[in-house]
C-alpha cells in the first residue's frame, strides 16, 4: 500500500521561506516522478512543481520560478519543496502526489492527505 504523508507546512509572514516535504512508502517511482500541488480556497488544484524520480529533472510553474526548488532524495524516498520569498497568494494546501510511470504537470496516481501552508502579509 502506497502512502505519501506531507510535512513541514505552516505560518509564515511575507518573504519568509517554509520546507515541505513527503515521504513515501510502499514503493518507489524510479519509472516515473512525484509532484506538488496546491489549491487554495474557491480554487481549482493547480501545478506547482514536478521532479523526475531517476533523472532529477525537474519542472514548476510560471508563477513559483525562482522562489520555489524541488528536490528529491532516493535515499529516503522522499521529495522536498523549498519555498522561498513566500507571498499571501501562495497561501493554499499543498499536496504531494506520485506516479509510477509519469512526472511533471500530469496526473498522478497517488496522492498525500495535503499540508496547509498559510501566507501573512
Known amino acids: 500500500q502506497v502512502q505519501l504523508v506531507e510535512s513541514g507546512g505552516g505560518l509564515v509572514q511575507a518573504g519568509g521561506s517554509l520546507r515541505l516535504s513527503c515521504a513515501a512508502s510502499g514503493r518507489t517511482f524510479s519509472g516515473g516522478g512525484m509532484g506538488w500541488f496546491r489549491q487554495a480556497p474557491g480554487k481549482e488544484r493547480e501545478f506547482v512543481a514536478g521532479?523526475?524520480?531517476?533523472?532529477?529533472?525537474?519542472s514548476s510553474a510560471t508563477s513559483v520560478k525562482g522562489r520555489f526548488t524541488i528536490s528529491r532524495d532516493k535515499a529516503k524516498n522522499t521529495v522536498y519543496l523549498q519555498m522561498n520569498t513566500l507571498k499571501p497568494e501562495d497561501t493554499a494546501v499543498y499536496y504531494c502526489?506520485?506516479?509510477?510511470?509519469?512526472?511533471?504537470?500530469?496526473?498522478?496516481?497517488?496522492w498525500g492527505q495535503g499540508t496547509q501552508v498559510t501566507v501573512s502579509s
Open positions: 502526489a506520485a506516479s509510477v510511470t509519469k512526472w511533471g504537470n500530469t496526473a498522478y496516481e497517488y
Open positions: 521532479i523526475h524520480w531517476n533523472t532529477g529533472t525537474t
